[in-house]
């Protein structure tokens, strides 16, 4: 069965520095893995998606992750934090060749000033 | 377009009433999706529409009925609310149900209390 484990529950950086937000995940076949954020009383935004293409995938607003098979990671990262990236992050993996979406239990992101 | 939309925004409810949650995609998909949201824990999938005249239970659809009204329209009843009901619900759709290269577009959210 499929599973996605977000190590990090709560997060804060400041503003300017980097963010690191990890995913591990658990998968029988190539998964298809994404990042969805939601920001406070929002609906869920894609970020970017990874579909066996190239490891390293670039998403809006800077962020980007990068698919490491041998460790079972897609750690979603952005160099520098701004105000507007407080919200809550979710890991996402797909059962091969279906849309069905198994969700991690998001990391919440804090900015400070 | 506006996207994934979702009604009502808002609704509480006593033990026992029942409610339909609404639900509507202008992006011509074939695919939606019912998902519940509960502190801490990531969405999980109620129902499913793959195409049009087809719905499937998904992780969580115990106490839950849905509806495929035609292919712009998705909705998810209750008919006997629970407090372990209490939760935010998010409709989503998909152009496609299989290939996992599909990306789910979300609606707002509806949050339901239930007393």
């Known amino acids: 069965a499929q599973s996605v484990t977000q190590l990090d529950s709560h997060v804060s950086v400041s503003e300017g520095t980097p963010v690191l937000l990890r995913c591990n995940y658990s998968s029988s076949y190539s998964p298809s893995l994404f990042w969805y954020v939601q920001h406070p009383n929002k609906g869920l935004q894609l970020l970017l998606k990874?579909?066996?293409?190239?490891?390293l995938v670039k998403g809006i607003n800077g962020f980007e992750a990068e698919f490491k098979k041998s460790e079972t990671s897609f750690h979603l990262t952005k160099p520098s934090a701004h105000m507007s990236d407080a919200a809550e992050y979710f890991c996402v993996v797909s059962e091969s060749g279906y849309n069905k979406l198994i969700f991690g239990a998001g990391t919440r992101l804090a900015v400070h000033p | 377009n506006a996207g994934v939309t979702q009604t009502p925004k808002f609704q509480v409810l006593k033990t026992g009433q029942s409610m339909t949650l609404q639900c509507a995609q202008d992006m011509n998909h074939n695919s939606m999706y019912w998902y519940r949201q509960d502190p801490g824990m990531g969405l999980r999938l109620i129902y499913y529409?793959?195409?049009?005249?087809?719905?499937d239970k998904g992780e969580v659809p115990n106490g839950y009925n849905v509806s495929r009204l035609n292919k712009r329209e998705f909705s998810l009843r209750l008919e006997s609310a629970a407090p372990s009901q209490t939760s935010v619900y998010f409709c989503a759709s998909s152009e496609l149900w299989t290939g996992a290269k599909e990306t789910q577009y979300f609606g707002p959210g509806t949050r339901l209390l239930v007393l």
């Open positions: 990874y579909t066996s293409a190239a490891t």
């Open positions: 529409s793959a195409s049009e005249g087809t719905t």
